[in-house]
């Protein structure tokens, strides 16, 4: 029978795995409620990330003055009209300093992102597409790489390395790699499950047709998200290590060293020499952690509704 007969008259009865109205529309609002949350923070997270970008290109052209000068006699100066953000012990201008720092971190952030990405993206579609004994053997070195916290990590390279903005950069980025390779490998091996690539698979598809024509162009937004995740954190890690000396080197302007100059000066009254650079740091790992969730977000919420909120299965 379809139905069952009450007082009432027969009652259509549900058959296994079929949703009630009401959990499908819960469903559609948590999911479009998902959708603008991500779209917000994206928004937000490439307005802040904009900004710091367009200081760093367009800084030194509208503040022409050079963050490497030096003028004792204006040395400590609270921010006035003539250094908006003051001067540092060396009478230099710090919000020249600021802007120089900028286009230094964003460089050194990219570098690494970009080349941690495709040393881990090629390590993972290595591992996922050989199996066996190599792909085990190459995920325990990874996996031997994540028992140590990343900075700790970058910071034994680092002192290996010697101090400055190269080892800096290589140790940031040995400490990524593993990341990438993971979630690479993750996500490959999601994709080699899924039926019609098993199907192509079994009509005679060789591995790197497969990579070509599958794997690649669907791991591209993942990869994104975790690359929004590494600049933001290459610009932290890197003003750490300038913050114990392993990083960028005086007299260069970089984030994290003008904080670690300033630290002496604030409970003299000279605030400023650390508080913008930090500032300025601040907003670009929220900026970069902004753009990261949005883009998870929006990707998350759009797959059909059904499917997004496992129900419906």
Known sequence: MTGALTSGGPVPSRTAGSQPPGARLQALARAISAHSRGRSELIAGLAITLLIVGMALIG???WRVDPLHVNLAVSLQA???THPFGTDDLGRDVLARVVAGAGLDLL????????????GMAIGLFSAMSGGFTETLVMRVMDALLAFPPLILALAIAVALGAG??????????????????????EVLRIKALPYVEAAVASGSGQTRLVRRHVIPHTGGTMLIQASSAVGYAVLTLAALGFVGLGVQEPTPEWGTMITSGL?????????MGVFPGLALLALVVGCSLVADGLS?????????????????
């Open 264 to 272: 002496s000066y604030v409970l003299s009254g000279q605030w400023w």
């Open 108 to 119: 050194v952030a990219l570098v690494v992102a970009v080349a941690a990405g495709a040393v």
């Open 165 to 186: 903005t190269g080892p800096a950069s290589t140790g940031i980025a040995v400490s990524v790699v593993p990341y990438y390779a993971r979630l690479m490998r993750s």
């Open 60 to 62: 030194p052209l509208v």
């Open 297 to 313: 977000g929006t990707t998350s919420s759009s797959a059909p509704v059904g499917l997004a909120t496992g129900e419906g299965q």
């Open 79 to 81: 921010p006035s009209g």
